[in-house]
Every structure is written in C-alpha cells, then in structure tokens.
C-alpha cells in the first residue's frame, strides 16, 4: 500500500503571511494531485502535477511536483481567509487504478 | 449541470441496519468510486469501478457492496451497520481512470451508527 503523509496537519495563521505545506512518500507516483476541501462539501481539485520537478503556478498558489516523484509541497503566498480549508494530496501510480489520499492539511487564516 | 449527487446527505443508522447511499452523476464518467472519510486519516477507497458491470475492492471494503448496473449510477451497500462504519461518505466520478484525471466529488452522505 502506497502511503501519502502530509504536514504539517493544522495551521493557523494571519491574513497576509505565507506558507507552505508538504506531501511525501517513499514511494513513487506518476501523477499528483492537490484538492481543497471546504466544510460539509466535496473536495475540488486544485492541480496535477505529472512531471518530476514541475512547477505549476494558480494565482497565489505554487505547487512543486518532487524530482524523484515521491513528494509535492504546495505554497501560498500572502495568505487570505478564502485560503481557509482542508489541502489534500493525491497519488497515483501505473499500477492499478486507485487513487491514494494523504491526511490533509487543515489551513485557517484569520483576518 | 448536476454533477455527482449523494442522497441521503444524512442518516443514522442502529447498529446491525442496513442501508443503502445512492450516488448519480450525469458526466457519463466511466469512472466511479466510493471513499470514507475519517478525521485525520484523509479519504480512504471503499470499492471502485472502471465500467458498467465492472467493480472491484479498494483499500477498506469490508462491510460494503457495490453494483454498478448503468454507467449513471453508482450504489454502496451497507449489509449490517457497525459503529466503525460511522463515517463520511464521498461518491467520486471521472472521464476514466488515469491519475491526471480530475475526480468530481459529491457533497457526502454523513452516517452516524448507534
């Protein structure tokens, strides 16, 4: 079983500052994919990372997929109290067709 | 466009129930799956399917059944309720099963076992 560990698991923070949140493995996968998850609603994926060392850039969100493709992080810039959510990382490997979740990332940002 | 929709969004169940959460969703997505969701431990695979007439086990599925009589509908099964089985359900569709596929999640049906 292939297993996703996120960190850090809660993070509070103020309106305006940064942050970045991890996704690793000690397995590799062939695509990633980052999800945010309000309350009493489905996840809604953000991006997919598939190249090792990608970077993709959403607005004041940057996501870096590993070299060795065993691990994402995902930055916020200037944070904002929309930001506020559950951030789950999701891997897949050529084997199989499962989908397999880190814990989250619990994020509120305070005004 | 509706999406992925889960009903109940509610339910509590005595233990030894059994119930059924409907899942729909109207992409005509070949792809369906069923995940638990438990505090601190993310999303977790109950059964999966690739096609009509297709499912298979994902990573935690015993107490579940699953069916998958048309591509449109996607039902999971509970058989007889237990308090480990109190969860948060998603239902989860996609145009096929490659990793880069966007999976669209429903709201969640939110089952309480006594």
């Known amino acids: 079983t292939q297993l996703l560990e996120q960190s850090p698991q809660f993070l509070s923070i103020q309106e305006g500052e940064n942050l970045t949140v991890y996704c690793n493995s000690s397995?590799?996968?062939?695509?990633l994919q980052w999800y945010r998850q309000e309350p009493g609603e489905g996840p809604v994926l953000l991006v997919t990372v598939v190249t090792g060392g990608e970077v993709k850039k959403l607005k004041r969100l940057t996501f870096q997929f590993g070299d060795a493709r065993k691990d994402s992080s995902l930055h916020i810039t200037a944070a904002q109290p929309g930001d506020t959510g559950l951030y789950l990382c999701a891997g897949s490997s050529n084997a199989g067709n499962m989908l397999t979740f880190g814990g989250g990332t619990r994020l509120m940002v305070k005004p | 466009n509706a999406g992925v929709t889960q009903t109940p969004k509610f339910q509590v169940l005595k233990t030894g129930q059994s119930m059924t959460l409907q899942c729909a969703q109207d992409m005509n997505h070949e792809y369906m799956s069923w995940y638990r969701q438990d505090p601190g431990m993310g999303l977790r695979l109950i059964h999966y399917s690739v096609g009509a007439g297709i499912t298979d086990q994902g990573e935690v599925p015993n107490g579940y059944n699953v069916s998958r009589s048309t591509t449109e509908d996607f039902p999971l099964r509970l058989l007889s309720a237990a308090p480990s089985q109190t969860s948060v359900y998603f239902c989860?569709?996609?145009?096929?099963?490659?990793?880069?596929?966007?999976?669209?999640f429903g709201d969640g049906t939110r089952l309480s076992i006594l």
């Open positions: 397995s590799v996968f062939s695509s």
């Open positions: 989860a569709s996609s145009y096929s099963f490659r990793g880069d596929q966007p999976q669209h």
